[in-house]
């Protein structure tokens, strides 16, 4: 059974960098799928934001692309989102998923696997 577990600070100040991790047990981020940043704000769709793939490569999505960046340590079969110059709009529920396509990232009937769910606030 694969499980996904996000951490990190649930309150971010305005123009700093949120960081979150993604802690995966029961399966290695190495050896195949894709692994997703999602995210989820008040009154609106899911959000996918990137992932990075089993061989470390990463993809974003255009809209947030200069502003994030995900990153693996895979000696803790860990991977973590880093966004920065966050503002109000940034607070969300923010997930973390497993890919089993290679298709479409944003379509979310690909993932098997997510992580609850961690609520971050952008506020001051």
Same mark, same amino acid.
């Given at each position: 059974?694969? !499980?996904?577990?996000? #951490?990190? %600070?649930?309150?971010? =100040? %305005? #123009?700093?960098?949120?960081?979150?991790?993604?802690?995966? #047990?029961?399966?290695?981020?190495?050896?195949?799928? @894709?692994?997703?940043?999602? @995210?989820?704000? %008040? $009154?609106?769709?899911?959000?996918?934001?990137?992932?990075? *793939?089993?061989?470390?490569? &990463? @993809?974003?999505? %255009?809209?947030? =692309?200069? @502003?994030?960046?995900?990153?693996? *340590?895979?000696?803790?079969?860990?991977? &973590?989102? !880093?966004?920065?110059?966050?503002?109000?709009? $940034?607070?969300?529920?923010?997930?973390?998923?497993? *890919?089993? &396509?290679?298709? *479409?990232? /944003?379509?979310?009937?690909?993932? $098997?696997?997510?992580?609850?769910? &961690?609520?971050? /606030?952008?506020?001051?």
């Amino acid at each position: 059974q694969v !499980q996904l577990q996000e #951490s990190g %600070p649930g309150l971010v =100040k %305005p #123009s700093e960098t949120l960081s979150l991790t993604c802690t995966v #047990s029961g399966g290695s981020i190495t050896t195949k799928f @894709r692994w997703s940043w999602i @995210r989820q704000s %008040p $009154d609106k769709e899911l959000e996918w934001i990137g992932y990075i *793939d089993s061989s470390g490569n &990463t @993809r974003y999505s %255009p809209s947030l =692309k200069s @502003r994030a960046s995900i990153s693996r *340590d895979t000696s803790k079969n860990q991977f &973590t989102l !880093q966004m920065n110059s966050v503002t109000p709009e $940034d607070t969300a529920v923010y997930y973390c998923a497993r *890919d089993i &396509t290679n298709w *479409d990232a /944003t379509w979310y009937g690909g993932y $098997d696997y997510w992580g609850q769910g &961690t609520q971050v /606030t952008v506020s001051s």
